[in-house]
């Protein structure tokens, strides 16, 4: 079994499942053209989350040759989650302090009246019958949410979608001319509107318990750099939003593709709690991450050089059988789930009590609403990183 990241073959972006089953039995550590290694089995993984003194997630090295001194360098390699301790430490303890539980759940209320409003005016937006949900539902949930988190006024959320698919989109491993671009071009306007944004907030505060850019830039648990500010602010709204699209997104397609478990969780909608799980480890919204090695190291006997850069293959690790009971079946209440959607150790996803709280309230609202609805049509976004449709049509009746 042979996977060259630089060159996938076709239908992978459509069905990674095969190839990644592969991998977990033929080849759990792979070298690829590059030099760099396919990692897939979940407690290698899980080790590598770990150990930060080996693995690091520092992209200067990686990075620097890909962006060259551009914004998108400047922005990737000062985000929190591609940095290590103690800088990595001491930003998360400022952001943490944002997103607490009890700031997370004073959105709650909002999130329902979001959710319930957009499920209402679904039939709207029709065109020969079918809807598409993820321009006009799951995109617009964490753009609001996350604009809602940052006081950004409503009428000037629009860019945001576009700005974060540009910048992530230039994580991808094939970066085209234009991708760079765009990305460039993204962060630098991203970045402007941001620091307008914090000048007016510094001089007219919001309230600390709702509004994250007040309580990132007046944390009692220290203080960021603007740079710091500017771009954390910028992986969060990115973050979020991505991860968030998709994993709404995947659920519905996964629903629609699995009748008898679309049926129980219309016959048992507290099966969500267990569900949005499963969601997440079935089609996991990202399926690549990357740590570089600062040693030498030995996995499942492979001798690996120090400055190698693996690729850990999430979607893999959380179909590995070695811990999942039948990991391709969709199992809406299977316990326990410990994936690894939202990574793990000191870098797990500072944001997943929201992304779950999302992903719970948005599919479990539209199965509600619209019990008898269908996949008409979809379309897989291309990029290996990320796993999640660019065009979902769903009948609603």
Known sequence: ????????????????????????????????????????????????????????????????????????LEHHTTSLVFNDPPLHTRVRKIMAGAMTPSAIAKLETGLLILVDSLLESLPDFRVNGAVEVIKHFASRIPVHIIGNLFDIPIDEREPLRD????????????????????????VVEFTNYLDDLAKHRRKNPGNPDTDVLTRLMFSDKGELSTAELLHNCIFILNAGHETTTNLIGNAIGAVDAHPQQKANLIENPDLINTAVDEFLRFESPNQLGNRLTTCDVELDGHHIPSQTNLHLIIGAANRD?????????????????????????????????????????????????????????????????????????????
Not at 32 to 61: A, M, N, V, W
Not at 352 to 370: D, H, S
Request: charged share 25%.
């Open 1 to 72: 079994m042979y996977l060259d990241l630089a060159r996938p073959p076709e239908g992978f972006t459509e069905n990674p499942y095969p190839i990644y089953r592969g991998l977990l039995q033929e080849a759990p550590v792979l070298a690829q053209p590059d030099g760099s290694y396919l990692i897939s089995p979940y407690h290698l993984l899980e080790l590598i989350y770990r150990d930060t003194d080996r693995f690091s997630s520092d992209k200067q090295t990686v990075f620097k040759p890909k962006y060259g001194d551009s914004p998108l």
């Open 163 to 186: 700005w974060s698919l540009s910048i992530l989109g230039a994580l991808e491993h094939n970066l085209s001319p234009g991708g760079e671009i765009a990305g460039n071009n993204a």
């Open 321 to 397: 059988p070695q811990k999942f009971d039948n990991p391709d079946k969709f199992n809406l209440r299977r316990k326990p789930n410990r994936h690894l959607a939202f990574a793990g150790g000191p870098h797990a996803c500072i944001g997943l009590n929201l992304a779950r709280l999302e992903g719970k309230i948005a599919v479990g609202k539209f199965i509600n609403q619209y019990p008898g609805f269908n996949v008409v049509s979809s379309k897989r976004s291309e990029r290996l990183r990320f796993r999640g449709y660019s065009e979902l049509h769903i009948a609603l009746d």
